[in-house]
């Protein structure tokens, strides 16, 4: 991730996205009543029962549908081109990577494990080369092996930005800092595996060489867009409706915005799958333009899941607690909701300025409008998720946010306001996105706040649709007044670098589709991040991880609001149920199963 950039362009596709499909979404899978906080009368698993644990663990049977609703579709099912949250879990159904996510509740299932290779990776070089063997047995839905070169030409797609674009673009962006290679379509070699920085000297061996170490390379390996394409069946901008399966389940059928089907793939074998378990005999999608009927039908127990796994909407998640309470899980979702501070925009130059807004607001007011301690979350003390290794969570509350401040410091906040030379006060432009009613009723709360310390905002509603030439052009938010942006954002990858580095490293400030909104420009934070990705410790990471939250949150360029949490929904059908660190707290689908095996 250097010169090019994009992966914060895409990022904010995910970002959006997750966070789009957060609030749009609603919540996971069918029915029944129970009896308070334990189990049901028709087997729900008790509230909270798959919160980072298993639920149901030896219940599961093969056969039977899993049956999926959502409210949006998924941005695309390419694996190149696919960034929406739960595309990257349900998409493991139908495609390997050499290494994936470990199927464990919490924090295990951060961690990456052999799928596709039979090990980690062989590092050498100084961290700089990475070889691994593949499996014996691998085949694609045609029973034809998978290769090496497979796995190379699946990973190029991701340079074929003005065809396939949508997608992270970590990989390219580590392997090819310079931008040489053009992409397999435009590729001279014969073969169209003319990417240097990979080798494949026979089908079971692949080597990346990159120019530069980066220490979270193998996270980025283990992301949906590492996954192997086979080149005579590579449909270019169509492949996203019908993907050739390296994995358990393939393609039946696909009608765009209105249901995908997935049948077993007779050629996949279970010997050559550490991680896949396959119970069910098939996986339906169904989806859905109203989050609340979406609701109605999970409560009613005609589907299993919601694929968003975003939280349930106000009115189902109320007669879920009441009635269904067994069937519910409250996982952190593994994103942080903020308010950030353009320093293009004055006085917001000014640190003292930026502090008054964060001291002076009422965090406990933002809480209750993201929706309380449960569908809202913690109150957020500081930037960094609890999932992302040097995380501290409440722990780490600079502005006694959760503390004794929880309902803002007005004495304190004009305070910072005299010393910023505005003892009167100011005018700003809170800007915020007008499909999201809970974005909304955040910058009305903040707005009332600021208020009592002399600062007047006028809340201006955009198009959600159009962030990236909205919030996302420095140039617009400079135009618009724009002092406040509200937002938020979850990892790629549970590391500071797969989280922070396109919200805080200057590298990363664009001109349209930007994610650092507060436009910082901070050396020892630049530095910070170079240090990080040239670190192998784990220990020295997660330090190097808490210092940049530390320099971020010294600098006063965000208010957080939330570490942010969802109410999720489950079927009594379902076993082997849990969350995972590894999809931001949502439930792992791969090996989701059902009791009754129909």
């Not at 170490?213 to 867009?225: G, Q, R, V």
């Not at 917001?348 to 607001?361: E, T």
Request: aromatic letters at 10%.
């Amino acid at each position: 991730m250097t010169t090019q950039r994009t992966s914060g362009r895409r990022k904010q596709a995910v970002a959006a996205a997750a966070a789009v499909a957060a609030l749009l979404t609603t919540a996971a899978c069918g029915g029944g009543s129970d009896n308070g906080n334990g189990g049901s009368k028709n087997g729900a698993a008790g509230y909270d029962a798959a919160n980072n644990k298993v639920a149901q663990a030896s219940a599961a049977k093969k056969g039977g549908t899993l049956k999926f609703g959502s409210a949006q579709d998924a941005d695309s099912w390419d694996t190149t081109r696919g960034y929406y949250g739960f595309m990257w879990n349900f998409s493991r159904y139908y495609s390997r990577q050499l290494v994936t996510n470990k199927t464990e509740p919490g924090k295990a299932g951060a961690e990456v494990t052999p799928d596709l290779a039979t090990g980690l990776a062989k590092v050498s070089d100084d961290g700089k080369t990475y070889e691994y063997t593949l499996r014996d047995g691998l085949t694609w839905e045609d029973g034809k092996p998978i290769t090496s070169q497979d796995i190379k030409y699946g990973i190029e797609r991701v340079w074929a930005q003005d065809v396939l674009s949508g997608g992270p673009v970590y990989l390219k962006d580590v392997l090819d800092p310079k931008g040489e290679y053009k992409g397999p379509y435009k590729d001279k070699a014969k073969d169209k595996l003319g990417l240097k920085a990979i080798e494949t000297p026979d089908e079971k061996t692949i080597i990346f060489k990159l120019p530069e170490a980066n220490s979270d390379f193998e996270e980025m390996l283990a992301l949906t867009s590492a996954s192997p394409v086979r080149q005579d069946k590579d449909t270019k901008a169509k492949y996203g409706l019908h993907p050739f399966s390296s994995g358990p389940y393939k393609f039946e059928s696909y009608s765009p915005g209105k249901n995908l089907t997935l049948v077993r793939n007779d050629k996949w074998k279970q010997s050559s799958d550490p991680i896949r378990k396959a119970y069910p005999n098939k996986i339906t999608i169904q989806f859905f333009s109203d989050a609340n009927q979406l609701d109605q039908r999970l409560l009613n127990g005609d589907l299993d899941l919601d694929a968003n796994q975003t939280g349930m909407s106000p009115q189902g998640r109320t007669t879920a607690l009441k009635q269904h309470k067994g069937n519910l899980d409250n996982p952190v979702s593994g994103y942080v909701r903020y308010a950030a501070f353009p320093q293009s925009v004055k006085p917001f130059d000014n640190i003292h300025c930026r502090k008054a807004v964060i001291i002076g607001a009422d965090h406990e007011s933002l809480q209750t409008a993201r929706g309380g301690p449960l569908a809202g979350g913690d109150i957020g003390t500081n930037m960094l998720p609890p999932s992302v290794a040097g995380a501290e969570g409440q722990k780490y509350d600079p502005y006694n946010a959760a503390g004794a401040d929880k309902k803002g410091n007005v004495a304190k906040a004009k305070e910072e306001l005299k010393a910023c030379g505005k003892p009167n006060g100011f005018s700003t432009t809170i800007a915020v996105r007008n499909n999201k009613p809970v974005e909304v009723a955040t910058a009305q709360s903040l707005q009332a706040s600021l208020k009592k310390i002399g600062i007047k905002t006028e809340i201006d509603q955009y198009d959600g649709s159009q962030s990236s030439s909205v919030i996302g052009s420095p140039s617009n938010v400079k135009k618009k007044n724009y002092g406040i942006i509200i937002m938020g954002w979850g990892p790629d990858f549970p590391t500071v670098q797969g989280y922070g580095m396109p919200l805080w490293d200057s590298k990363y400030i664009l001109s349209s589709g930007n994610n650092n909104y507060a436009l910082i420009k901070d050396k020892s934070i630049d530095g910070l991040f170079d240090k990080y990705v040239k670190t192998l410790d784990d220990a020295e990471k997660a330090k190097i991880s808490t210092e940049i939250n530390h320099k971020v949150m010294e600098g006063g360029y965000y208010l957080p609001f939330v570490f942010e949490k969802f109410i999720n929904f489950r079927s009594s059908r379902l076993a082997n149920v849990y969350t995972s660190d590894g999809y931001s707290g949502m439930y792992d689908f791969v090996n989701l199963g059902l009791k009754s095996g129909n």
